[in-house]
């Protein structure tokens, strides 16, 4: 992991006005959000989306724009590189999520309305390994197409995978039903951890798969990346 | 101009340890979901249930009509149901805007019988299986009864109809319902 690498990363990203936009709608509606309704129920699914717009092209127009080729002339390992990318995706969505929370919080206390701590250190935790695991979908999405190529991958596979699960519940195929809805987890992965504050029982799987997503998705971007022929003639 | 990549200085590195982790992790992945599949655990509730016994007073008060969900702990099904319909923040939100939610939970297989007033509403709306829903207007004259479970947005689809059926005593076929 390179620090210089993620630093020049984050700033790139937040110095992009169309992200930056986005980041902002979402980040002041969901602390009004929070602040209106004094709940963070559902709040980590915020950190998903903070990561897939850092995420976003974050191989992908580093190939288009040719600056991989520049970037592998200094001593930097191709892993390293793809594991930077996705680190400061992965921290940049939960430290925004955290900044969220704090915020709304902030102004809860400031109403004389006291937020219920219990429930936050679930979703907190939740949207940190939410945030981690949706920058490494996008990572990989992004070692597979240059540009914004991830973000189309990212848009029709969620449409197949929605149509094709609401065809197989239609027509009764439990199998095709239950695979459509394993890989839709992929592209937007769940974790509920209420259980930390007893509330209810962990499932395991959930947390199994999530992190399972996080690592294959992790060792196909690197593998793509070692695979890439980079040379000018290349292309 | 970039030098050309050779194998020496080469920038490539297999991450063996991250792929040993996935490889591991995916197999855990499917062993846990083959054991869930059968041993559903039970996620936090998100829904405010009403007590039944007061569950037609606050009817009356605010003109919906009551769901109530007949249950038991030993039932997959109904498990499956808390976990994407009762436990979903937004689903949860969104049927406790439609109907006035009361669970009933047998407890015949673990206890021999069951209270006097889950035994009369069970009787009432007929509950032969569960998970068995029940849509009953405020004044208890109409009632959508429905069992099993096949999704949380299907079933919250079929408490919103029942909702408008009971409501209005007519079902969208324009049939009148009692």
């Known amino acids: 992991m390179s620090p210089t690498l993620m630093l020049a990363f984050l700033r790139q990203r937040l110095t992009s006005p169309m992200r930056l936009v986005l980041l902002v709608i979402v980040f002041l509606s969901s602390v009004g959000m929070n602040t209106v309704t004094g709940s963070f129920a559902g709040a980590e699914g915020n950190a998903l989306f903070y990561a897939i717009v850092l995420a976003a092209g974050a191989i992908g127009q580093d190939i288009s724009s040719g600056v991989l080729q520049l970037m592998f002339a200094r001593p930097v390992t191709r892993p390293c590189y793809v594991f930077s990318r996705w680190f400061a995706a992965g921290a940049g969505g939960g430290a925004l999520l955290l900044v969220q929370m704090v915020l709304a919080c902030g102004f809860l206390l400031a109403r004389g309305l006291r937020p219920d701590f219990a429930e936050l250190l679930p979703v907190a935790l939740a949207g940190i390994v939410l945030a981690f695991t949706a920058s490494a979908v996008i990572v990989m999405l992004s070692s597979l197409a240059s540009g914004l190529g991830d973000m189309a991958l990212y848009f029709v596979a969620t449409l197949v995978l929605t149509g094709s699960g609401q065809v197989a519940r239609w027509k009764g195929w439990s199998v095709v039903e239950r695979l459509a809805d394993e890989l839709g987890h992929v592209l937007a992965p769940q974790l509920h951890l209420a259980w930390l504050a007893g509330r209810g029982a962990p499932s395991w799987f959930e947390l199994v798969s999530v992190l399972s997503t996080l690592t294959l998705s992790l060792a196909v971007a690197m593998l793509v990346v070692n695979r890439k022929e980079l040379s000018y003639a290349a292309g | ?178």
């Open chain 2, 1 to 178: 101009m970039p030098p050309a990549e050779t194998r020496h200085g080469d920038t490539r590195r297999d991450p063996a340890w991250l792929l040993v982790a996935a490889a591991l992790l995916l197999l855990a992945r499917v062993a846990l979901g083959v054991w869930e599949e059968r041993h559903v655990p039970a996620r936090a509730n998100a829904v405010h249930w009403v007590p039944a016994e007061i569950a037609p007073a606050v009817a009356m008060q605010t003109g919906k009509p009551i769901l109530y969900e007949f249950s038991a702990d030993w039932c997959g099904p109904c498990q499956r149901m808390q976990n994407e319909l009762f436990s979903d923040e937004r689903r949860a939100r969104a049927l406790e805007t439609l109907v006035v939610p009361v669970r009933v939970v047998d407890r015949a297989r673990e206890e021999g019988r069951n209270s006097a007033l889950v035994d009369s509403l069970q009787h009432a709306c007929a509950v032969e299986a569960f998970p068995t829903l029940a849509v009953v207007s405020p004044d208890g004259g109409r009632r959508q009864v429905t069992s099993g479970f096949v999704n949380g947005e299907q079933t919250l689809q079929w408490i919103a109809r029942s909702a408008m059926t009971v409501h209005l005593g007519t079902a969208p076929n324009g049939v009148r319902v009692r």
